[in-house]
Protein backbone atom coordinates (compact mmCIF):
# COMPACT_ATOMS: atom_id res chain seq x y z
CA UNK A 1 0.00 0.00 0.00
CA UNK A 2 1.59 3.31 -1.11
CA UNK A 3 0.98 6.20 1.39
CA UNK A 4 3.21 8.87 -0.91
CA UNK A 5 2.58 12.47 0.29
CA UNK A 6 -0.14 13.96 -2.54
CA UNK A 7 1.78 16.49 -4.69
CA UNK A 8 0.58 19.67 -5.92
CA UNK A 9 -3.09 19.40 -3.34
CA UNK A 10 -1.96 21.18 -0.39
CA UNK A 11 -3.64 23.90 0.98
CA UNK A 12 -0.43 24.53 2.88
CA UNK A 13 2.85 26.18 1.80
CA UNK A 14 5.49 23.33 1.20
CA UNK A 15 9.24 23.73 0.60
CA UNK A 16 11.29 21.43 -0.26
CA UNK A 17 14.21 21.00 2.21
CA UNK A 18 17.16 19.91 0.00
CA UNK A 19 20.42 18.40 1.85
CA UNK A 20 22.34 20.66 2.90
CA UNK A 21 25.30 18.79 4.80
CA UNK A 22 27.52 16.56 2.71
CA UNK A 23 28.11 14.07 6.61
CA UNK A 24 26.43 14.30 9.90
CA UNK A 25 26.99 17.76 11.40
CA UNK A 26 26.19 17.74 14.79
CA UNK A 27 28.51 16.55 18.06
CA UNK A 28 27.22 15.07 21.26
CA UNK A 29 27.14 18.24 22.53
CA UNK A 30 24.49 19.42 20.58
CA UNK A 31 22.44 16.57 22.36
CA UNK A 32 23.01 17.93 26.12
CA UNK A 33 20.19 18.91 28.18
CA UNK A 34 20.44 21.25 30.92
CA UNK A 35 18.68 18.35 33.02
CA UNK A 36 20.20 15.00 32.00
CA UNK A 37 18.42 13.05 34.95
CA UNK A 38 16.16 10.26 34.03
CA UNK A 39 13.49 11.16 31.88
CA UNK A 40 11.47 8.30 33.13
CA UNK A 41 11.45 10.64 36.36
CA UNK A 42 10.44 13.78 34.29
CA UNK A 43 7.88 11.84 32.53
CA UNK A 44 6.43 9.91 35.69
CA UNK A 45 3.38 12.54 36.48
CA UNK A 46 0.30 12.12 33.84
CA UNK A 47 0.04 15.36 32.10
CA UNK A 48 -3.40 15.64 30.55
CA UNK A 49 -2.97 18.55 29.00
CA UNK A 50 -2.25 19.94 25.12
CA UNK A 51 0.49 21.05 24.34
CA UNK A 52 -0.24 23.52 20.90
CA UNK A 53 -3.56 26.00 21.53
CA UNK A 54 -6.91 24.95 19.96
CA UNK A 55 -6.17 26.79 16.59
CA UNK A 56 -3.32 24.91 15.89
CA UNK A 57 -4.75 21.68 17.57
CA UNK A 58 -7.64 22.04 14.36
CA UNK A 59 -5.11 22.86 11.36
CA UNK A 60 -2.91 19.80 12.62
CA UNK A 61 -6.41 17.84 12.25
CA UNK A 62 -7.15 19.19 9.05
CA UNK A 63 -3.69 18.42 7.66
CA UNK A 64 -3.73 14.91 9.15
CA UNK A 65 -7.16 14.53 7.33
CA UNK A 66 -5.33 15.32 3.73
CA UNK A 67 -2.23 13.27 4.17
CA UNK A 68 -2.73 10.30 6.77
CA UNK A 69 -4.00 7.29 5.77
CA UNK A 70 -7.83 5.60 6.74
CA UNK A 71 -6.11 2.19 6.85
CA UNK A 72 -2.85 0.02 7.57
CA UNK A 73 -0.83 1.25 10.26
CA UNK A 74 0.36 4.54 11.68
CA UNK A 75 2.73 5.06 14.51
CA UNK A 76 2.29 8.07 16.94
CA UNK A 77 5.79 8.80 18.52
CA UNK A 78 6.10 10.29 21.67
CA UNK A 79 2.58 10.11 22.17
CA UNK A 80 0.09 10.90 24.99
CA UNK A 81 -3.55 11.06 25.74
CA UNK A 82 -4.82 12.41 23.04
CA UNK A 83 -3.71 12.16 19.37
CA UNK A 84 -5.37 14.92 17.15
CA UNK A 85 -6.33 12.84 15.02
CA UNK A 86 -9.50 14.19 12.71
CA UNK A 87 -12.90 12.62 12.63
CA UNK A 88 -12.66 10.33 9.58
CA UNK A 89 -9.63 8.98 11.12
CA UNK A 90 -10.52 8.69 14.74
CA UNK A 91 -13.99 6.31 12.80
CA UNK A 92 -11.38 4.60 10.66
CA UNK A 93 -9.68 3.39 13.95
CA UNK A 94 -12.83 2.14 15.02
CA UNK A 95 -13.01 -0.84 12.79
CA UNK A 96 -9.43 -1.85 13.47
CA UNK A 97 -9.08 -5.14 13.02
CA UNK A 98 -11.76 -5.56 10.27
CA UNK A 99 -10.53 -5.24 6.42
CA UNK A 100 -9.89 -1.92 5.59
CA UNK A 101 -9.67 -0.16 9.33
CA UNK A 102 -6.53 1.79 10.69
CA UNK A 103 -4.88 1.00 13.15
CA UNK A 104 -2.68 3.34 15.43
CA UNK A 105 0.59 2.59 17.85
CA UNK A 106 1.16 4.62 20.59
CA UNK A 107 4.91 4.87 21.65
CA UNK A 108 5.46 6.84 24.78
CA UNK A 109 6.63 7.69 28.32
CA UNK A 110 3.35 7.71 30.51
CA UNK A 111 1.22 4.76 30.69
CA UNK A 112 -1.92 6.56 32.26
CA UNK A 113 -1.59 9.09 29.08
CA UNK A 114 -1.47 6.55 26.83
CA UNK A 115 -4.15 4.31 28.57
CA UNK A 116 -6.32 6.90 28.46
CA UNK A 117 -5.63 7.42 24.65
CA UNK A 118 -9.13 6.25 22.86
CA UNK A 119 -7.37 6.19 19.24
CA UNK A 120 -4.64 4.00 20.08
CA UNK A 121 -5.01 0.24 19.23
CA UNK A 122 -1.93 -0.79 21.33
CA UNK A 123 0.53 1.03 23.22
CA UNK A 124 4.50 0.86 24.07
CA UNK A 125 6.18 2.48 27.01
CA UNK A 126 9.35 3.39 25.89
CA UNK A 127 12.34 5.33 27.15
CA UNK A 128 13.80 6.38 23.83
CA UNK A 129 16.83 8.53 24.87
CA UNK A 130 17.67 5.65 26.98
CA UNK A 131 17.51 2.56 24.35
CA UNK A 132 16.34 4.09 20.95
CA UNK A 133 15.35 0.88 19.39
CA UNK A 134 12.07 0.37 18.57
CA UNK A 135 9.94 -2.57 20.34
CA UNK A 136 9.83 -5.76 17.69
CA UNK A 137 6.05 -5.55 17.25
CA UNK A 138 6.23 -1.75 15.30
CA UNK A 139 6.52 -3.24 12.26
CA UNK A 140 5.19 -2.97 8.64
CA UNK A 141 4.27 0.90 9.36
CA UNK A 142 2.23 3.34 6.44
CA UNK A 143 2.70 6.55 8.32
CA UNK A 144 4.08 7.80 11.56
CA UNK A 145 3.96 10.83 13.32
CA UNK A 146 5.51 12.92 16.02
CA UNK A 147 3.89 16.04 17.57
CA UNK A 148 5.61 18.82 19.02
CA UNK A 149 8.64 16.28 20.43
CA UNK A 150 11.30 16.04 18.15
CA UNK A 151 13.20 18.17 20.09
CA UNK A 152 13.51 15.49 22.78
CA UNK A 153 15.45 13.12 21.45
CA UNK A 154 19.04 12.67 21.94
CA UNK A 155 19.52 10.19 19.57
CA UNK A 156 16.93 11.02 17.01
CA UNK A 157 19.00 9.72 14.14
CA UNK A 158 18.85 6.14 15.57
CA UNK A 159 15.10 6.78 16.26
CA UNK A 160 14.81 8.20 12.68
CA UNK A 161 16.60 5.22 10.99
CA UNK A 162 14.59 2.45 13.07
CA UNK A 163 11.25 3.89 11.88
CA UNK A 164 12.70 4.16 8.33
CA UNK A 165 13.42 0.31 9.04
CA UNK A 166 9.91 -0.41 10.12
CA UNK A 167 7.95 0.89 7.29
CA UNK A 168 6.53 0.13 4.04
CA UNK A 169 8.28 1.69 0.95
CA UNK A 170 6.25 4.68 0.18
CA UNK A 171 5.45 5.25 4.08
CA UNK A 172 5.63 8.46 4.98
CA UNK A 173 6.89 10.65 8.04
CA UNK A 174 5.54 13.56 9.36
CA UNK A 175 7.38 15.18 12.63
CA UNK A 176 5.63 18.36 13.67
CA UNK A 177 7.26 21.55 15.14
CA UNK A 178 6.11 24.26 17.08
CA UNK A 179 8.07 26.87 19.49
CA UNK A 180 6.64 25.57 22.87
CA UNK A 181 9.11 22.58 24.49
CA UNK A 182 10.03 22.08 28.33
CA UNK A 183 13.28 23.70 28.02
CA UNK A 184 15.61 21.32 30.72
CA UNK A 185 14.60 18.59 28.73
CA UNK A 186 15.22 19.84 25.30
CA UNK A 187 18.34 19.48 23.47
CA UNK A 188 20.73 22.15 24.03
CA UNK A 189 21.13 23.15 20.33
CA UNK A 190 17.43 23.52 19.73
CA UNK A 191 17.71 26.21 22.56
CA UNK A 192 20.13 28.48 20.93
CA UNK A 193 18.73 28.10 17.73
CA UNK A 194 16.11 30.05 15.58
CA UNK A 195 13.24 28.70 14.42
CA UNK A 196 13.98 28.63 10.84
CA UNK A 197 17.07 26.40 11.73
CA UNK A 198 14.84 24.31 13.62
CA UNK A 199 13.28 23.38 10.83
CA UNK A 200 16.51 22.87 9.03
CA UNK A 201 17.82 20.89 11.45
CA UNK A 202 14.61 18.20 11.63
CA UNK A 203 15.19 18.38 7.97
CA UNK A 204 18.99 16.81 8.43
CA UNK A 205 17.33 14.21 10.98
CA UNK A 206 15.39 12.85 7.90
CA UNK A 207 18.20 12.88 5.48
CA UNK A 208 20.75 11.20 7.09
CA UNK A 209 18.09 8.74 8.48
CA UNK A 210 17.36 7.96 4.76
CA UNK A 211 13.98 9.72 4.03
CA UNK A 212 13.86 10.96 1.01
CA UNK A 213 11.85 13.81 -1.11
CA UNK A 214 12.08 15.94 2.56
CA UNK A 215 9.88 18.95 2.61
CA UNK A 216 8.67 21.79 5.02
CA UNK A 217 5.12 22.34 5.46
CA UNK A 218 4.20 25.60 7.29
CA UNK A 219 0.33 24.93 8.77
CA UNK A 220 0.57 27.77 11.32
CA UNK A 221 2.59 31.10 9.79
CA UNK A 222 5.31 32.50 12.88
CA UNK A 223 4.32 35.83 13.95
CA UNK A 224 1.39 36.70 12.20
CA UNK A 225 -0.85 35.14 14.43
CA UNK A 226 -2.70 34.02 11.93
CA UNK A 227 -3.19 30.19 10.25
CA UNK A 228 -3.54 29.20 6.46
CA UNK A 229 -7.20 28.33 7.39
CA UNK A 230 -8.12 30.55 10.34
CA UNK A 231 -6.86 32.67 13.60
CA UNK A 232 -4.35 31.35 15.96
CA UNK A 233 -1.16 32.05 17.76
CA UNK A 234 1.55 28.84 17.82
CA UNK A 235 3.06 28.49 14.60
CA UNK A 236 3.50 25.50 13.52
CA UNK A 237 5.66 23.51 10.57
CA UNK A 238 5.86 19.37 9.41
CA UNK A 239 9.04 18.00 8.32
CA UNK A 240 8.05 15.64 6.17
CA UNK A 241 9.73 12.63 4.45
CA UNK A 242 9.02 9.31 2.45
CA UNK A 243 10.42 6.12 2.01
CA UNK A 244 11.56 5.31 -1.25
CA UNK A 245 10.14 2.71 -3.15
CA UNK A 246 11.65 -1.07 -3.14
Known sequence: MSTSIPSGTSRWPVSPLPPRHTSWPY????????????????YGPARFVTHIDDNAIATLRSYYGEVLPKQGRVLDL??????HFP?????????RGERGGLEVIGMGMNQAELAANPILSSSHLVDLNADPTLPSPVTDLDAT????????LTQPLTVLQGILAASKPGATVHLILSNRCFPTKAVGRW????????VKMVGD???????????????????SGRTWIGGGSDPLWVVRGRKGEA
Open 27 to 42: TPSDFRRSDESPDTNF
Open 78 to 83: CSSWIS
Open 87 to 95: PELEAAAKT
Open 145 to 152: VCVVSIDY
Open 191 to 198: LRISEEER
Open 205 to 223: YLHFSGWKEIEVVTLVAPG
